[in-house]
């Protein structure tokens, strides 16, 4: 309930911005659709709209095959919070 | 002819002179293939997601260029051979909106090599002296006096 009272307005920010194009080599724009353990968060919890979400998980799969974003996230890493290292 | 992006990540275990030659040779094979470098832009040294063949760091480098769809194949062929490579990503730029990015990407590229002087500056510093890198605005002339 407390997650999903986080999310509940529910609109597509991509939509908003009118997001054309995301870049992969643009980490920190990721960040919203990245849970912390950096899973895609859903459509259900982030609003997403189908082609966004779509887009968004292409570009976070090609993010993570440039290791600009890992895969996964031990439970160590998660307290250094790995992505402030990134930048 | 169709628009591609190569991101291409360089052992950093090399010196920086053999960083430079391995990426003008990664050029080469482009433009040996036929292809039309539009503009690079290096990323750095930068710390990887995740450790690759055991190195915690890798050399970025990405490349804008033009080439026929059929020489992409023979250009992944010999980047697969190369050895100082760690990763390559290549990416396409095909739909009409995806050429409009492709022109955005290459203009914010050339924007950033046209001011190259002060981003490598701060880029070596960084990791040397980083306390006073966030205290001062002007880390390039305050640091060497800070230490």
């Known amino acids: 309930m407390a997650e999903r009272r986080k999310y509940k307005k529910r609109y597509c920010k991509y939509c908003e911005a009118k997001v054309d194009f995301m870049d992969y080599k643009d980490v920190g724009a990721l960040r919203f659709s990245l849970s912390e353990r950096y899973k895609i968060m859903p459509r259900r919890l ?42 | 002819m169709r628009k591609y992006e190569n991101l291409v990540i360089v052992k950093p275990t090399l ?7 391995s990426v003008k040779a990664i050029e080469e094979v482009i433009t040996s293939n036929g292809g039309e470098i539009t503009t690079t832009d ?32 023979e250009i992944e062929r010999r980047f697969r051979i190369n050895e100082d490579l760690l990763r390559f990503v290549t990416i396409k730029y095909d739909t009409n909106r995806e050429v409009i990015a492709f022109d955005k990407l290459v203009q914010t590229a050339q924007k ?15 990791p040397v002296a980083e306390t006073p890198a966030t205290e001062t605005p002007a880390p390039e002339a305050e640091a060497p006096a800070a230490e």
Do not use: W
């Open chain 1, 46 to 87: 982030t609003g997403n709209c189908k082609r966004h979400q779509d887009m968004i998980s292409t570009v976070i799969k090609r993010a993570r095959a440039a290791a600009l974003v890992p895969y996964t996230v031990t439970r160590k890493q998660v307290v250094t919070a790995p992505f402030e290292n990134l930048k």
């Open chain 2, 15 to 21: 010196t920086a002179e053999e960083i430079q030659a």
């Open chain 2, 42 to 73: 290096t990323m750095g040294m930068r710390k990887l997601a995740y450790p690759i063949d055991k190195n915690e760091r890798g050399y970025f480098h990405v490349i804008y260029y033009t080439i026929a769809p059929s020489a992409i194949n």
């Open chain 2, 112 to 126: 950033k090599a046209a001011a190259p002087a002060k981003e490598e500056v701060k880029t070596e510093e960084a």
